[in-house]
Nanobody, 115 residues
C-alpha cells in the first residue's frame, strides 16, 4: 500500500518561507510523476506543479519564481520550497503520486499566510 505523508506546513507571515516535504513509503522514484496541489477554502484543488521522473518541472503561473520543487530519491521525498509567501497562498497542500492506472494522495498539510 502506497502512503504519502506531507509535512512542514504552518503559520507564516507574508513574505516568509516554508518548505514542505512529501515522503513516500518505499521508493519515490518508481512513480511516473509526483505533483503538488493545493486547495484554498471554497476553491477547487489546483496543481502547483508537475515533476516528472525525468526531472522536468512545470509550475503554476502564480507561483513561478517563488516556489521550487526538489527531489531526493534517497530519502524518498519531494520538497516544495515556498518563498515570498502571500496571503493568497493560504491553502491545504497535497502531494500526489500518479502514473498509468494509479493516483495516490497524501493527507495534506495546512499553510496559512497571515500577519
Amino acid at each position: 500500500q502506497v502512503q504519502l505523508e506531507e509535512s512542514g506546513g504552518g503559520l507564516v507571515q507574508p513574505g516568509g518561507s516554508l518548505r514542505l516535504s512529501c515522503t513516500a513509503s518505499g521508493s519515490i522514484a518508481r512513480f511516473a510523476t509526483v505533483n503538488w496541489y493545493r486547495q484554498a477554502p471554497g476553491k477547487q484543488r489546483e496543481s502547483i506543479d508537475t515533476r516528472t521522473r525525468e526531472g522536468s518541472s512545470y509550475y503554476l503561473t502564480s507561483v513561478k519564481g517563488r516556489f521550487t520543487i526538489g527531489r531526493d530519491n534517497v530519502k524518498n521525498t519531494v520538497y516544495l520550497q515556498m518563498n515570498s509567501l502571500k496571503p493568497e497562498d493560504t491553502a491545504v497542500y497535497y502531494c500526489n503520486a500518479a502514473g498509468p492506472g494509479y493516483s495516490h494522495w497524501g493527507q495534506g498539510t495546512q499553510v496559512t499566510v497571515s500577519s
